[in-house]
């Protein structure tokens, strides 16, 4: 099982960090040792000083897929989720500042929680309209709507098959949207989806 991470895929995250748009389909991976069920405490670790959270609709891959077309996309997934893609900013940025992958900042245990999982036929709704929400400490932080992504999760699926064979139970992190913020001990995150609460993490 890979965990399949989407990078600035929505405008104004991308803008909120000053970083530029890419002409490209970016992702990155996260070991399945980064992964935790959402209800899950999460225990801030000695080695970041600066942890962000970022909250993402993710999708979960059906059946192996190589090469797909953006048209046959939708044949490959029926589930969603939330999850929250922890970061370590501090790391982050220094190796972003020296040219060096940042992988430790994305991947490290436990970085990766992720609610239930729902069909996306009990929604009734488009995977390319679905609002997402998240709180900190019962206060909104970031919300959201797949509507407003740079690539639509069709077009996503088809790219990264393209270099990368999807296999049945792959996770793809869809991108966060603005609003994205530190954590510290004691605080609260709440993860919603089109108004249900699926993810609940307290910070210790």
Known sequence: MKILCIGRNYSEHIRELGNE?????????????SL????EDFYFPDFSSDIHYECEVVVKIDKTGKC??????????????????????????K?????????LAKGFDYSAPVSEFIMLNDLG???????????????????????YMLH?????????????????????FTGTPKGVGP???????EAYLEGKPMLKQEIK
């Open 95 to 103: 190796y972003k500042e020296k040219g060096l992958p940042w992988t």
């Open 152 to 172: 639509t999760v069709d077009e996503i699926i088809s790219y990264i098959s393209e270099f990368i064979t999807l296999k049945t139970g792959d996770l793809i």
């Open 36 to 39: 935790t069920k959402g209800n």
């Open 125 to 147: 709704k488009d995977i390319q309209n679905i609002d997402f929400t998240l709180k900190k400490n019962g206060q909104i932080v970031q919300q959201g709507n797949t509507a």
């Open 68 to 93: 797909i077309p953006v048209e046959y996309a939708k044949k490959y997934y029926s589930q969603i989720a939330l999850g929250i893609d922890y970061t370590l900013r501090d790391i982050q940025s």
């Open 183 to 189: 954590i510290q001990k004691g605080d609260i995150l």
């Open 21 to 33: 748009t890419p002409e490209d389909i970016i992702f990155f991976l996260k070991p399945d040792t």
